[in-house]
């Protein structure tokens, strides 16, 4: 089955009682047992639900994985995720990973001696350079926020078999349509599903895939203990968005194209940081390993004046954190999603005053360049 059929058709579909087509939301929390410890597949719903178990099944097969699983939020598959290691263990990480992820290593698996050191991926010499003889766990974002930074997978892929290391990927920004690291040698990939995966800005969720008997076991046996798990409405709402993934993604970059054509000729945009533009230090690196770019852009305006300026001015462009949705959503990283960053930190990252993030929607490309035009004008 190709990708786009697996989003239709991929995992459980419908209901062999009723042949309701869609999977039916399964709102229980216990199951009835034939006899003690005689049931029919599901117990309790922390430790497994029909409408979920649908849900985990399309993940695996989008990931091309053998096992996935749904959480409440992105955080808690991450967390959940980490739970794999134990104190005194040491993770490589992305320098520039969502700053949830950042906060959750060094305010909290800190405090129980999980240890961290993060790094410019982009640079795998780097990576190799950092590695310790503690060190178990290699976690990367590409591309990553706001810079569209692009990390080599194959090129982790050798290091992580190397030294022996557990390969994370968190795959949010590309999703399984562009961009599926199993196949590059992953051992897991996860999901803020929140944010493309939903696509509709009406979820919180978080997605996990393996593609191994003995990783998917573990993670099973930390999901049902730590208890982080998606609901069932929840879990159904992600299958119905998914079944657009496709076509939403496609929507998107080939929106997200033409605004950046549109952008990279405008005098008063300094720079532009997409990964499909041959300029972008991560394009080719970017073409081999994903079939598209994704809809995310950022680019500089040179101030932060003109910058809220134009975030005051847009009208298409919803200002809001998080991203991936039908709407095309607009920030400011300095002063939103990356406040919380010391400023020099934010400097050496590259992440300046007048720099403006777009996660472009759906809508018709032709209003949202207007729309921009009328923003960036005096
Ligand atoms: C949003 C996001 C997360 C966290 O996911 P939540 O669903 O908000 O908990 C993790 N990684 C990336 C790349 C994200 O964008």
Known sequence: MRSKTKMVHGGITGDEQTGAVSVPIYQVSTYKQDGVGNFRGYEYSRTGNPTRHALETVIASLENGTHGFA?????????????????????????????????????????????????DTSNPEKVEEVIQENTKALYIETP???????????????????????????????????????????????????????????????????????????????????GAVLGPQDSWLLMRGIKTLALRMEAIEMN????VSYLVEHDKVKSVFYPGLESHSGYEIAKGQSTGFGGMISFDVGSGELAEEVLKKVNYFTLAESLGAVESLISLPAKMTHASIPADRRRELGITEGLIRVSVGIEDVQDLIEDLEQALCD
């Open 71 to 119: 959480f409440g939020s992105g955080m808690a598959a991450i967390t959940t995720v980490m739970m794999l290691l134990k104190s005194g263990d040491h993770v490589v990480m992305t320098d520039d990973v969502y700053g949830g992820s950042f906060r959750l290593m060094t305010k909290v698996l800190e405090r129980f001696d999980l240890q961290n050191t993060f790094v």
């Open 256 to 259: 997200t194209r033409k605004l």
């Open 144 to 226: 990553t926020n706001p810079l569209l930074k692009i990390t080599d997978l194959r090129k982790m892929t050798e290091i992580a078999k190397k030294h022996n290391l557990l390969l994370i990927v968190d795959n949010t920004f590309a999703t399984p349509y562009w961009q599926q690291p199993l196949d590059l040698g992953a051992d897991i990939v996860l999901h803020s599903a929140t944010k493309y995966i939903g696509g509709h800005s009406d979820v919180v969720s978080g997605l996990v895939a393996v593609k191994s008997d003995e990783l998917a076991e573990k993670i099973h046996f930390l999901q049902n203990s730590v």
